[in-house]
């Protein structure tokens, strides 16, 4: 099985690239499933339900979120009618939304989604390593999925900011998922591997949006706030959109992945 995941959509030329570019990756590399990281959107910081259908009709079959996914209000009362979006699983309990999402690729393969979220430097939250034990073991007595067999394929979207801590839940995950996939930085790190015992991994898969920025806002705005200190508005910046992710290739019947490869698409 191969898995397309597809990091942080910043704005409209996020939304844009993955509109352009993504049926014909998909075919290119014979992608059975597409996840992208949603939170940042609608303008850089949370997303909307018209923009979740946007995503889910461009051929995306589910979305991760993370410390942004509450910033449109509008969002909390969607939640309940679209199973396909997530928020992290740590999050406190009661949140609107779900952390973990069990489904079948287009080819019939069983899947779950697991969304987490990190504590270092972030707004706190429940532990990430014994919330991931916790929706393992729930997976694990679920059992076979509309006929197709039980779950061997469960992606990781680890939500945070140190890479220390998300280093730590690759070798805490490794032979237990498919894959643990870093996002929130924006910026893609060149350390995808499989590890030891067969969980693919990357520190960061970076962002899709406008690379002439500072993580996908305006640059001068950014620069002016690292002088000053000031408050500002920032706005999506423009120029250089790219589409940053990662081609999984797991194992149908272990749920061990056999190869990660990063993929970069430009907008033309």
Known sequence: MRILFI???????GRE??????EAAREEHRIDLVIVNCENAASGFGITPKLVEELLAAGVEVLSGGNHIYDRKEIFDYFPSQP???RPANFAPGSPG????????????????????????????DCPFRTADRE???????????????????????HAEA??????????????VSAVIGTHTHVVTADERVLPKGTAYITDVGMTGPHASVIGMEKQAMVKRFLD???????????????????????????????ISR??????
């Open 84 to 86: 396909r979006l997530l």
């Open 136 to 158: 393992l073991e729930r997976l694990a007595r679920l059992g076979p999925v509309n006929g197709a067999g039980p779950v061997k394929i469960v992606i990781v979207d680890f």
């Open 263 to 268: 993929l970069c698409l430009r907008l033309d």
């Open 98 to 125: 779900a952390g973990l999402y069990v489904g079948r690729a287009k080819q019939g393969t069983p899947f779950a989604l697991l969304n987490l979220q990190g504590r270092v430097f972030m707004t706190p939250n």
């Open 7 to 13: 990091g942080d959509i910043v704005g409209s030329p």
């Open 163 to 176: 890479t220390s801590e998300k280093q730590a839940m690759g070798w805490y995950l490794d032979g237990r």
């Open 17 to 22: 690239i993955v509109r352009a570019e993504l």
């Open 229 to 259: 200190g000031l408050p500002a508005r920032f706005e999506v910046g423009e120029g250089d959109v790219r589409m940053n992710g990662v081609v999984v290739d797991a194992d149908e019947q272990t749920g061990l992945a056999r190869s």
